[in-house]
């Protein structure tokens, strides 16, 4: 590639030539600062201080869960394993928590629950960070292992809260957000838009903030919690990142948060909140074979 500049003494005529850069991705840490001041998050309540909640699944497994003034400890009955952690607590709506903690037994592993005690049912989302190693598989080999485009894992169960004597329906996949556009207000420097393309798939780009320019496609997970309430989990393919949000488009408002390394050695994580104002800029319905969809 020619220089713009020439040698020296060479007078170049016409218009200066100007390259652009292109949009450099950021490791979670530098999100994790740019997201920081005057985030619209939700403060941590200690509405479930001094509670003992019995979480169990379809598959009779049970974890107990004590909460105290932000930590909790939890014991899971078929192993009789437990431990105690630092944690976050939210609510988004009234009778319903966001719990969100790092698991320190397991490596690179952070476990969110949606518990609405109302209803007596939850959901958890637990997941797991690549290692460096996985990582650094590139897209074409993962293709052609046949291996998942991201190296984040997810895993989400679903279940009743013991001692509830009629518990609601539990939480399920939904299709009711695909065909939204929709921008997040994360704070006065922050700004994004997701599109949820289909099932698997959403498309996001960061209007205004520390990653102004970028966008991708990544792997999503939708469920609905109530009526125009749902849980939205993404895992990101370039840098690891694992999102897990709820989304209230009722009062236009998410609560969540985001999980990675800090940065690009692998050695420290990164667990922080994330909050925003939610606006529904359009719906789209594709015409497919004489019938919408969405």
Not at 56 to 69: I, K, L, N, Q, S
Not at 231 to 245: D, N, S
Request: charged residues 20%.
């Amino acid at each position: 590639m020619s220089s713009v500049h020439g040698p020296p003494g060479l007078k170049l005529r016409g218009r200066r030539q100007v390259e652009r850069q292109d949009p450099v991705f950021i490791q979670v840490g530098a999100l994790a600062d740019g997201f920081a001041p005057e985030a619209n998050i939700l403060a941590s309540v200690d509405a479930l201080a001094g509670r003992t909640l019995a979480l169990g699944d379809a598959a009779g497994a049970w974890r107990v869960y004590t909460f105290e003034p932000g930590a909790l400890q939890w014991r899971d009955a078929a192993t009789d394993t437990g431990g105690r952690e630092p944690c976050r607590v939210t609510r988004l709506r009234d009778g319903l928590y966001f719990v969100d903690y790092i698991d320190s037994a397991a490596r690179a592993t952070s476990a969110s629950l949606v518990i609405d005690l109302d209803n007596g049912v939850w959901t958890s989302v637990v997941g797991v960070l690549p290692t460096e190693a996985d990582t650094r598989i590139d897209a074409f080999t993962r293709v052609a292992r046949g291996l998942p485009l991201t190296g984040v894992e997810a895993e989400f169960r679903h279940g009743t809260l013991g001692g509830h004597t009629q518990p609601g329906r539990l939480h399920g996949p939904t299709r009711e957000l695909i065909g939204k556009r929709t921008m997040y207000r994360y704070s006065p420097t922050e700004c994004y838009e997701h599109i949820y393309l289909n099932e698997n798939f959403y498309a996001w780009q960061c209007l205004q903030g520390v990653e102004g320019g970028l966008a991708d496609v990544d792997r999503c997970h939708y469920f609905r919690i109530a009526d125009e309430l749902y849980l939205f989990v993404w895992r990101e393919k370039v840098v690891p990142t694992l999102g897990v949000v709820l989304i209230d488009l009722a009062q236009r408002k998410t609560d969540g948060k985001i999980f990675g390394y800090q940065g690009g050695d692998f050695g420290t994580l990164s667990n922080f909140p994330i909050g925003a104002h939610a606006q529904v800029l359009n719906d789209t319905v594709h015409p497919l074979g004489g019938e919408a969809q969405r």
